[in-house]
């Protein structure tokens, strides 16, 4: 049997961020379980409030002067492309934003956390409203990566 090995693919748009830099990971608050790991998914910020006017449910939020950042469980990105202008960080890990000359940008801080349960916001209808907003349409692929 011949095993040909085929190249793989370039990476999309949404392959999660790979950084060079040390990276710091945003921290949930201690009451709120991660049991399945997260990953964040930054948006721009000019999204950030008509998101959290839509979704039925709210996990954790973070912002800084560019993007809102919002907690999903690990894994989130597997099967989706997210839109043009959508961040996603595995772990949460996002690099230290101080690489800029002229003067560091602040880290991002929690802006909304819910009193209790998960500190999770759900990924699907986080991911259609991201489309809609960018005006993607929405691609995901039935396969896993190998």
Do not use: N
Not at 55 to 83: E, M, N, Q, T
Not at 108 to 129: K, N, Q, V
């Amino acid at each position: 049997m011949d095993r040909t090995r085929t190249p793989e693919p370039p990476p999309t748009r949404s392959a999660p961020l790979v950084q060079d830099r040390p990276a710091r990971r945003l921290r949930i608050p201690a009451r709120l379980p991660a049991s399945l790991g997260y990953d964040a998914v930054g948006t721009l910020r000019e999204h950030g409030e008509r998101i959290l006017a839509s979704l039925p449910r709210i996990g954790c939020v973070f912002a800084d002067d560019r993007r809102w950042w919002w907690i999903v469980p690990a894994d989130s990105h597997v099967g989706v492309d997210w839109p043009p202008g959508v961040r996603y960080s595995v772990g949460a890990r996002l690099a230290d934003p101080s690489w800029t000359p002229t003067r560091p940008k602040p880290a991002p801080h929690l802006i909304h956390a819910p009193d209790a349960g998960s500190p999770y916001t759900p990924p699907i209808p986080l991911y259609f409203l991201a489309c809609r907003l960018t005006g993607s349409a929405p691609r995901w692929s039935l396969t896993l990566p190998d």
